[in-house]
C-alpha cells in the first residue's frame, strides 16, 4: 500500500522537478556556486563557499548589486565529486547561469567540453586544465590569474633565488588525482632545462590520512627542497609527517592549494617555516572586506552561517578574489553589450575584457588584495604573479615580493597542450585574436 | 477489478511459461516501453533525461550485471565499479584506434574485454565462497583501479590522466561528445539496455540460467545432477562483467563525457550492489527499482525545496538527503527484506484480488 503511496509521491516530485528551471527572475544575474560542504574535503570547501556567495551579498546589500541588477548566487553541492557536478551543472544552466567556478579540476575536466556548448563560460580560478589559457584555442575556458603550470614555474623560480635549483633534487609530493598529476609533464620538461632532478611521490586519496610511507622514501631519496600538490587532509599530514623525519620546513614549499589556515592551524607550531604559494591577500585589513562585517555578517545578512574568525583565511579571500573577477566580468560585459541583464555569452565577452589594474583595485578597497589583471583574448590567465607566505606557528605572513612565472617559457608549452587537447575534436571551436 | 487473469486461457504449454502470462502485464511492459521511447524525449527536459533517466538506466544495466552474479549465482562481488572502469578504457582505447567503427559496436565489444577479467578475477571462486570471495573481488577492485592510474597507454598519455570522450556519429547523428543532444544519448541508452534486459531475460530462463541457479542454491547438488560449477560460475561472472562493462562504457561515453579513475571507485562497486540487495536479489525488475531508489530518489529530494521555493543552504539538503536515503533504506529492509522486486510482486498479488480480497 505505501509502495503504491511512494510512487505517487515520487511521481508529483518528478512533475514539480520537470517545472524547477523556470522558476528564476528575469532581471537577476544568476551565479550558480558549486560548492562542496560535505564530504572529504568539506574543509577547503566551505570558506570557499562562503568567501564567494559573502561578497555577492555585499555587493547586493552596499551597491544594490552590480550596475544595479541585483545577483542571486545558488549554491549547489557536490561534495568534490564529479558526477554530482555534472548534475548541478545540468540543474542549474537552464536558469541563465553566467559562467560556472567548479572549484574542483574533476568537475572543470568535465565542463571544459559542454562551455562552448551551452554557451556557458567555465572560470576556474587557478586550477583545471592549464591549456585553457590559450585563448585562441579555448574560448570559453579562462583560469585567471595564473595557471598551474606557471604556479609551479613561479615556485622553481623561488627556489632558484634560495641558492639555486640546478644540480638540486626536487621532491614532488602530490594528489594523485587529475589536480596533482596537472603540473607533472612540465616538471619533466623543467628538470631538463634547469637541470635538477626530480623524485616523486604520489598520496593516493584514500591514502591521504597515512602518509608514513610516502615520508620515508622521502627520507631516503633526501631531497632538497619538496614541492607539495596536495588539498584536504593530505596537507597537514604530510606536514606532521615532513616534522617526523624533520625534514627542513623552510624547503617545504605548497602550492595555493596547500597553504590554507586551515590545513595549518591543525599542525601549529611544528609546522613553523612552511612555505606556500598564493595570489591573494591575507587578512582583514582591507576596505572591502570590512565591508563585508558591515554589510552581511553585522546586519545578518549572510545566506550561509560564516565564521567570523574565517573572514580573511587564505581560502576565503581566495574566493573573495574569484567573486571580485566575475564581477569586473560581469561590469565589463554589462559596459560592451548596453545590456543591465546580461548572458553567459556576454559574460564571455566580459571575462576577455575586464581590466582590473592597480588603481581599479584600490576603487574597490582592495589595495594589494590580489595581483592587477589585464584579460585578453589571446591569454586567458591574465599572466599574474604569485608570492610566497610562510607559516610562523599561529598564521601566514607575506615573506616575497610578486614573483612572476616563466611566460616565454610556460606559454609555447601550454599552446603545444592546447593544440593536443582539439586534435581529436573535429567539430571544436576556436577563435582569432586580433 | 481490472488486473486480473480470468478468461484468459492457456492452450500452450508456451503461453503456459511465458514471463509475462497475463494480458494486462503485457499491456503495462508495452505502455512503458512507449512511455519511455516517445513520451520521454518528447516532454522531458535536459535536466531530466541528463542527470535522472541516462545515469538511472546505465546504472540499471550494471546492477543487472551484478544481480547475475549476486542474485541468480549467489557468488558476491566488490569488483563492479572497476569491470565497469575495464568496459569504459577498451571502449576508449578501441574508438581511438579504430575511429571509423559506429560507436556503439564499440560500446558492446567492450563488454568483451571485461567479460575476459572478469572471468580471470572469478577463478578464484571455483575454490572459494562467499566472504573470501568478496576479497579476491576486492583485489580486483583495487588492482585494476591501480592499472587505470599507473597505464598511462589506456587514457593515451593524457596529461590529466582522464579520458575525454572524442566526437563520434551514428548514421550521420553526432551520438558522443558534447554536441550530442540528450535525446540522442537517451535513445541509445534505452534501446542498448533494452535490448540487453531481454537478452538477459531468456539467458535467465534458459538452461544457463537454471544452472546458475542450482549453483547459487546448491553447488553439492547442482554438481550431482550434472551443471559444471566450472562453467556455470565462469559464465557468470563472464556474463556479469560482459553488462558491467557494456554500462561503464555507455556510463562515460553517453553521460559523463570525460571519467578519471574516481568514476570507477569502489564506493561505485558499493552503490551498485546497494543497488541490487534493495531492489532485490535475483530479479530484473528489482535492478531497475534499485537503480530508480538509489540513483533518482535523491536527484529528486533535492529538488524538492528547490520547486517550493523553500531556501535551505545546499548543504543542509544534502545532509538531510543522506538521513532521508539511509532511514528508507532500512525502512524498506525491515518491512521487506527480500527488497523492492518483492514489495513490487506482492502489490500486484493484492491487485489481482483487489477490490474483494479473500
Redesign the interface.
Known sequence: MFKKLIFGAVAVAMVSGAQVNNAYAEDTLYLPSLSYRTGPYAGGGVPIANGFSDYMTMLNERDGGIGGVKVVVEECETGYNSQKGVECYESTKSKNALVYNPMSTGITLQLVPKAPVDQIPVFSMGYGLSATAVGEKFPWGFNYPTTYWSQLSAILKYIDSKGGVKGKKIGYIYLDVGYGREPLPLLEKLSKSMGFSIARFPVAGKEMQNQSSHWLNVRKEKPDWMIMWGWGAMNSTAIKEAAKIRFPMDHFIGNWWAGADADLAPVGKIGKGYLAANFSGIGTDFPAIKDIFTHVLDAGKSTQTTDRDQVGDVLYNRAVANAVIVAEAIMAAQKSTGKKVINGADMRLGLETFNLSADRLKELGLEGFMAPIKASCKDHEGGGGIFVQQWNGSAWEKISEPISPETDVIRPLLEEAAAKYIADKPDWKTQTCS | MFYREAGQFKTTYKADQAIFPIFQDRMAIAIYLLIAFVAIPVF?????I??MMI?FLIFSLAAIGLNILVGYTGQISLGTGAFMGVGAYACYKLT?IFPDINIIVLIISSGFFSAVIGMLFGLPSLRIKGFYLVVTTLAAQFFLEWCF?RIPWLYNYN????I?V??REVFGIIAT???ATPTTRYLIVLAIVVVMTWIASNIIHGRIGRAWMMIRDMDIAAELMGIRPLNAKLSAFAVSSFYCGVAGAMMVFFW????????FDINHSFLILFMVVIGGLGSLVGSFLGAAFIW??P??????P????L?I???T???VNFMIIGGLIIFFLIVEPHGLAR??GL?KQKLRVWPFPY
Open positions: 522531458g527536459n535536459d535536466f531530466f541528463t542527470s545515469p581511438t592510474i596529461d590529466s590522466g582522464a575525454e572524442p566526437q561528445g558534447a554536441s559523463l563525457g570525460a571519467a578519471e579513475v574516481e568514476s533518482i530518489l536527484v529528486i529530494l533535492r529538488a524538492i528547490r520547486t517550493f521555493g531556501d543552504n545546499a548543504a539538503i544534502e545532509h514489495l513490487w502489490a
